[in-house]
């Protein structure tokens, strides 16, 4: 079965850490590669954004296909839908010579927007994730006005997408109550963790490796620098700490989040804590194990995560978390178990969860085990698996859908809908 996986404005293979390169692409990547290992074809498409091969094989069964939709070059989110209905045509134009795809999957509205009229055209099903949803970013109030053309669209690919992958039962609870989608068509499937790369190892040796600091408290952060992330709450925290010689490392941000990152540092000089900030700017995800091995705790101080891979990731290689209770962050860390879950959007029940738990090594012990017990159940073999069911019953629900559909519907599209069905 050829699959088509939509990713219109950052590709999979982008390097992570970057303003627009976090969670979702590693997603798309690591889901492709395991939909591929179980012998599914796949093609990835995103918008042609450098001097860069048109296509690029990533591994059997799967390659990176880059369409020419706009400028050659990384251009802002926003900038991007001007050239969607560009991107649409390229995506056709493809599909109608290299194709066809029995499933159309897309990820974040715009692609979500590509992929409907993809999958339209091809007759065929469209699973969509939105990944994060406008009406959420604008009621989580960060600053930040998500545009209205963004929510209508977003409201008519709920409505019309043959199925929806929500990362969590809080996102499925949003997207019924803010997008009217069909609870019968959201699927709750939480996101995949390479658990093989993310493994519990000695912390001694890993700070070693990374040249920090063995005989002081480490607290981690890692992301996309940006302000849904709330890192000014986090410095405030650290700011708050009774441990006064814990260190703070941020990791993620590139060039473009060089505003923010002046303002964390002027922050971090304001609070008399410049010394235990350090920014290490991105780094490399096969790297990252090594920097979770050191910390002593992961915090996740966000205003709102659909998923929230860093905190598993973090689990997975044995490290209590501290995060906001906030969309699937509070369903992926067990409060109390493999961390805590901060109800609150200030800087002192924070601090209080930090400071209990870099007072308690036995605590963080125990919770680093049980968090690495809890995060089995994101095993990509599992959550593949998953997904490729939703693949089965999305094309028997397509091919019912046609099946019983009134005479009016062209024949056309009754043929190939029973074709296609299994
Ligand atoms: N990441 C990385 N290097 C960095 C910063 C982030 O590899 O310097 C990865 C991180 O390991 C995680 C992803 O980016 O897999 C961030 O995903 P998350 O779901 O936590 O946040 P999102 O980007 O979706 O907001």
New binding site residues.
């Given amino acids: 079965m050829r699959i088509a996986m939509v990713s219109a404005h950052t590709s999979p293979l982008a390097p992570?850490?970057g303003r627009e390169?976090?969670?979702?692409?590693?997603y798309v990547l690591e889901l492709s590669r395991e939909l591929a290992r179980l012998g599914y074809t796949v093609d990835i498409f995103t918008r042609l954004d450098g001097d860069l091969p048109a296509t690029e094989p990533v591994a059997p069964g799967l390659r990176l296909v880059r369409l020419p939709a706009g400028p050659p070059r990384p251009i802002e989110k926003e900038a991007i839908i001007a050239h969607l209905p560009g991107f649409a045509r390229a995506l056709r134009d493809f599909a109608h010579t290299e194709g066809p795809y029995e499933i159309v999957h897309s990820h974040y509205w715009q692609s979500g927007w590509a992929g409907q009229q993809l999958a339209r055209a091809l007759r065929a099903p469209h699973i969509v994730m939105f990944?994060?949803l406008g009406e959420v970013k604008n009621r989580a109030r960060f600053g930040e006005d998500e545009p209205r053309l963004r929510i209508r669209h977003e409201r008519a690919i709920a409505r019309r997408a043959t199925a929806i992958v929500a990362a969590s039962s809080h996102e499925r609870q949003l997207l019924e109550r803010y997008y009217g989608a069909d609870p019968a068509r959201v699927h709750v499937i939480p996101?995949g963790i390479d658990l093989d790369l993310f493994q519990p190892r000695p912390r001694e040796a890993a700070r070693a490796e990374l040249g920090l600091p063995a005989d002081r408290p480490i607290l981690l952060w890692?992301?996309?620098l940006e302000k849904?992330?709330g890192l000014e709450i986090l410095l405030d925290t650290v700011a708050g700490l009774e441990r006064r010689d814990a260190l703070l490392l941020i990791?993620?941000?590139d060039d473009r989040a060089a505003t923010l990152r002046r303002e964390l540092e002027a922050r971090a000089a304001s609070l008399g804590i410049a010394e235990r900030v350090r920014f290490t700017?991105?780094?490399?995800?096969q790297r990252?194990p090594a920097f979770y091995a050191a910390a002593d705790v992961c915090v996740?101080p966000?205003f709102y995560?659909?998923?929230?891979?860093?905190?598993v990731?973090a689990m997975a290689c044995g490290t209590p978390v501290v995060a906001s209770r906030v969309g699937g962050l509070a369903s992926t860390v067990i409060d109390g178990v493999t961390g805590y879950l901060i109800p609150w959007r200030c800087p002192e029940p924070f601090a209080e969860k930090l400071d209990v738990l870099l007072a308690n090594p036995e605590l963080r012990a125990n919770f680093g085990r049980a968090a690495r017990a809890a995060v089995e159940r994101f095993r990509w073999s599992t959550i593949g698996l998953r997904i490729a069911d939703l693949y089965d019953a999305a094309r028997h629900e397509f091919a019912d859908r046609a099946g019983i559909a009134p005479s009016g519907l062209p024949n056309e599209a009754w043929e190939t809908a029973i074709l296609a069905a299994p």
Avoid at 21 to 26: A, K, L, Q, R
Avoid at 281 to 285: K, N, Q
């Fill in positions: 992570l850490g390169t976090g969670g979702m692409n590693v990944h994060t996101c890692v992301g996309r849904l992330k990791v993620g941000g700017g991105a780094v490399d995800h990252l996740v966000s995560e659909s998923f929230g891979l860093v905190a990731e």
